[in-house]
């Protein structure tokens, strides 16, 4: 209650209340399905954006203080989600608009909401279990000191 919003939060708010609202005044279903797009487009744009400010690209900031990675790792990593939310704008864009245009309406609308979130789902999760793989191999294992040593 007394916490503080973050800004990830206030993003998805703004762009929810505009295509949202855009999508209701003027009964245009198109307006909701670029909002998919421009979140994660403009997610990607701030990882990207993060890499050249500040010694920490974003990513680095949020968990650096849970694992310890040599920094080509930590920009690595966080290009990864740069590539990963601009790939995932471009295919709802597909599903969206290009996929099934022989299909009713009605149903390459179901589709894209199935898609929107069953699949966009589905590669987030494979896209994140594929990093914890990737991680895997460079994360720096600091030596833990022992109670009875210490």
Known sequence: MHKKLENQHIINLVVILLFGGMTLLFHDDMFIKWKVTVINWLFGLVLLGSQFVGEKNIIQRQLDHAISLPDKIWVRLNMMWVAFFLFSGL???YVAFFYGLDLPAE???EFWVDFKLYGMLGLTFA?????ILYLQRHIIH???EDEETS
């Open 91 to 93: 295919i709802n864009i």
């Open 107 to 109: 149903v390459r609308q």
């Open 127 to 131: 896209f994140m279990i594929f990093q």
């Open 142 to 144: 600091e030596p833990v």
